[in-house]
């Protein structure tokens, strides 16, 4: 093994726990260490290969734009930042994007656009709450880190952005009782990724929906694990009926290139004027590029509807495993997991042992996020690891 996990581990300041291999390179579906090994991937960077590793058209824009123009800080005009923009808008509810480097990026810009609209939309100027859900993950800066509700990330470091009330995720009456006046926003990931693959009902996104219109709050779906296209449709919300006034995007939007985005609706945009946010680097040409090919390509119908099969196939062969532990199988499209009853960490090392990369969702859920291009090899591969890791822990 080469130096690199050391030297990693003696000079990168240790907020990760790492798989004991260093990788090299990817195509496809497969990632490789430096030994040529080969690995299966089921976790796509954490939802952000949607197009797998090594995309040539992906690879392509990027070459063709670095070369011409790598980066214009957002004090010009820039033709790939526009052309992301209109695509974005024309395919969701939103009529403007604000654009950024990461998804906590993203849902700080939301919590400052909601406070800016209720600010400039009534005289009350207590209306700065914000209400969130048990399990849900937004990110980790200081004001994303408050609506990220998880005691591990948070104690540490308290005090937290003030105003913020919890409700149980998917209990409408909870969610009912603390929308009130004083609420200018309510952040929602339609289906929770790091809280365990919990997909929100029509009927909760429904009440949340009805509740916000009632007080004047904004609705704001995190979209960043659960949109571009994971769950069979291009926007996880298209499955619910629902619509919000604001949804964050980032993770899958660059094609492993770092950018973020607050989608707004034009009332939003509204209140928000020059110099109340903005950022050096979002959405520089390469990046928009790159996003643009990614957009365009999970947008299209028959990537879509290839995520609804193979997310089908994916739920019905886990369904079919034999194992007593496990609790439940659940999730949409290709954004699935598998609810056990022990704790799942000791089989991710186990599937790097058969090749496969895996992910866990907290404690007790082992996560599935594969690039969106998996086949029904794939699949098979993935399910046939996890029968043979399983039934090793069942006989040990
Ligand atoms: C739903 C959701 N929101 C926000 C974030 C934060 O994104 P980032 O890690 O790019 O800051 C994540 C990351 O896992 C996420 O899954």
């Known amino acids: 093994m080469s130096d690199i996990p050391d030297k990693t581990e003696q000079y990168v300041l240790h907020t990760y726990n790492r798989a004991p291999f260093t990788l090299t390179r990817g195509e496809g579906m497969f990632v490789y260490d430096e030994t040529g090994k080969r690995y299966l ?15 040539p058209e992906i690879a392509a824009a990027v070459t063709d734009q670095i070369a011409q123009l790598s980066h214009v800080c957002n004090l010009y ?51 700065t709450g914000i209400v969130a859900f048990t399990g849900s993950f937004h990110g980790r800066t200081m004001g994303s880190l408050a609506l990220t509700i998880k005691e591990k990330y948070q ?38 990724g790091e809280g365990g693959i919990n ?24 979209e960043i694990q659960c949109g571009m296209g994971r769950t069979g449709t291009l926007w996880a919300y298209e ?52 996003a643009e090919v990614v957009l365009r390509r999970v947008s299209d119908a028959a990537m879509l509807e290839h995520v609804q099969k193979m997310g089908n196939l994916l739920l019905d062969k886990l369904r079919q495993l034999n194992s007593p532990h496990i609790v439940e199988v659940r999730g949409k499209g290709l954004m699935v997991g598998v609810e056990m009853d022990f704790e799942v ?22 996560r599935f996020l594969p690039p969106l291009i998996v086949e029904p090899q794939h699949i098979d591969q993935l399910v046939e690891t996890l029968d043979d890791i399983l039934s090793e822990i069942t006989t040990a």
Do not use: W
């Open 155 to 192: 104690a540490p470091f308290r005090p937290l952005m003030p105003g913020v009330s919890v409700a149980p995720f998917n209990d409408i009456d909870a969610a009912l009782n603390l929308i009130g006046p004083d609420t200018c926003a309510v952040f929602v990931e339609p289906i929770q």
């Open 41 to 55: 991937d089921f976790v796509s960077g954490i939802s952000v290969n949607a197009l797998g590793h090594s995309d």
């Open 239 to 290: 499955q619910t009926g629902v619509q919000p006034d604001m949804m964050t995007l980032a993770k899958a939007l660059g094609g492993g290139l770092p950018i973020g985005a607050t989608l707004i609706t034009d009332a939003v945009a509204a209140a928000i004027e020059t110099g109340d946010h903005g950022s050096t680097f979002a959405a520089g040409p390469v990046l928009c590029r790159a």
């Open 199 to 222: 997909s929100a009902t029509p009927e909760f996104l429904r009440a949340l929906r009805t509740a916000c219109d009632r007080v004047g709050a904004l609705l704001v779906f995190d």
């Open 345 to 366: 960490a000791p089989l991710i090392p186990a599937g790097y042992k058969h090749g496969v990369l895996l992910l866990n969702a907290g404690t007790h859920v082992l």
């Open 77 to 127: 005009y820039s033709a790939p930042q526009a052309n992301l923009a209109a695509l974005l808008c024309e395919s969701s509810f939103a009529d403007k994007v604000y654009f950024c480097n990461s998804g906590t990026e993203a849902v700080e810009a939301a919590i400052k656009f909601a406070r800016k609209y209720a600010r400039s939309s009534g005289s009350n100027p207590d209306k």
